[in-house]
C-alpha cells in the first residue's frame, strides 16, 4: 500500500463513528465457483484487519453489520454457517481484542440467538466491558426499523409507568431508547459490494452520515480502502443542513 494514501489522512478530522455494512461474501465466493460458506469465511478474516486499522487510527467507534433480522430468510444451512463463524471470530480474537483495550457491544435483538454464539457474545461483552480504547458494535438480528419500534414501546411504556411525559418527547430522549444511545451517530457509512441501498440499517442515526460505496466485495475490502473511504469523507462539506456564510 502506498505511504501517499496513508499521508493524504488528516488525523485531526477522523470521522468519530464509523459505520460498515459487510456485503459480497456470497457474490465474491460465486465468483470463485466456491460454496457461499467460503466466502463468509473470508469476510471474517477481513473483519480482523478492519478492526485492528481502525484501532490504530485512533476511530472510537465502529459498527459492523453481521446479521440482519432479514437475514433470517436464508437457508437453514447458511444461516448456521454464519452462527459458527461468529462463535470462531470471538474465540479466536477475543484476547487480542481484550489486550488491545476493544470494547465489545452488540445491537439488535440478542435473545433469539442461538444459545451457544448467544453465550459467546455475553462472555465477550463481560470481558471487554471496562475496555475504551474502541468500541466494536456488532448489528446482530439487528434492523433499523425494529430498533425505531422497540424504541418507541420503551418510551411509551416510560409514559405508561408515570417516569415521563409525552411532551417530553423530543430527538435526545428518542435517541436514549435506542440500541446506539451511548454512541454518536455514524459519521461515515461504508458498504463495498456494488449495491446501492441501506438494507435497514441504522436508518434513525444515519440522517446526516456521509455515505461511501465501493464495488469492492467485502472479502476483498483492505485498509487501503478503508484509508480512501475516510480521505474522501474527510473531502466533503457537511453542513447538516445549513449553509456556509460565504455562501
Do not use: C
Given at each position: 500500500m502506498s505511504?501517499?494514501?496513508?499521508?493524504?489522512?488528516?488525523?485531526?478530522?477522523?470521522?468519530?463513528?464509523?459505520?460498515?455494512?459487510?456485503?459480497?461474501?456470497?457474490?465474491?465466493?460465486?465468483?470463485?465457483?466456491?460454496?457461499?460458506?467460503?466466502?463468509?469465511?473470508?469476510?471474517?478474516?477481513?473483519?480482523?484487519?478492519?478492526?485492528e486499522t481502525v484501532g490504530d487510527l485512533g476511530i472510537k467507534y465502529l459498527t459492523l453489520y453481521a446479521f440482519s433480522t432479514e437475514n433470517w430468510k436464508r437457508s437453514n444451512d447458511e444461516v448456521s454457517s454464519l452462527m459458527k463463524l461468529l462463535v470462531?471470530?470471538?474465540?479466536?480474537?477475543?484476547?487480542?481484542?481484550?489486550?488491545?483495550?476493544?470494547?465489545?457491544?452488540?445491537?439488535?435483538?440478542?435473545?433469539?440467538?442461538?444459545s451457544t454464539p448467544k453465550q459467546e457474545i455475553l462472555d465477550a461483552i463481560n470481558l471487554t466491558k471496562n475496555n475504551d480504547k474502541l468500541i466494536l458494535n456488532i448489528?446482530?438480528?439487528?434492523?433499523?426499523?425494529?430498533?425505531?419500534?422497540?424504541?418507541?414501546k420503551l418510551?411509551?411504556?416510560?409514559?405508561?409507568?408515570?417516569?415521563?411525559?409525552?411532551?417530553?418527547?423530543?430527538?435526545?430522549?428518542?435517541?436514549?431508547?435506542?440500541?446506539?444511545?451511548?454512541?454518536p451517530d455514524p459519521d461515515l457509512l461504508i458498504r463495498p459490494s456494488g449495491e446501492l441501498r441501506i438494507s435497514n440499517f441504522l436508518l434513525y442515526q444515519i440522517a446526516y452520515t456521509e455515505f461511501w460505496f465501493s464495488n469492492i466485495y467485502w472479502p476483498d475490502f483492505s485498509k487501503k480502502h478503508?484509508?480512501?473511504?475516510?480521505?474522501?469523507?474527510?473531502?466533503?462539506?457537511?453542513r447538516y443542513g445549513g449553509i456556509k456564510d460565504d455562501k
Open positions: 505511504n501517499t494514501i496513508i499521508k493524504e489522512i488528516d488525523y485531526d478530522r477522523l470521522p468519530k463513528h464509523v459505520a460498515i455494512i459487510m456485503d459480497g461474501n456470497g457474490r465474491w465466493a460465486r465468483k470463485r465457483l466456491l460454496p457461499r460458506k467460503a466466502g463468509h469465511k473470508a469476510g471474517v478474516e477481513r473483519v480482523k484487519e478492519i478492526v470462531y471470530y470471538l474465540r479466536n480474537e477475543i484476547k487480542t481484542l481484550h489486550s488491545n483495550q476493544v470494547k465489545i457491544k452488540v445491537i439488535g435483538e440478542l435473545s433469539k440467538l442461538p448489528a446482530l438480528n439487528y434492523g433499523g426499523r425494529q430498533d425505531i419500534i422497540r424504541a418507541a418510551f411509551a411504556k416510560d409514559v405508561n409507568d408515570g417516569k415521563l411525559k409525552i411532551n417530553q418527547l423530543d430527538e435526545e430522549t428518542f435517541n436514549n431508547y435506542l440500541y446506539t444511545s451511548d454512541n478503508l484509508y480512501q473511504a475516510i480521505i474522501d469523507f474527510q473531502q466533503r462539506d457537511r
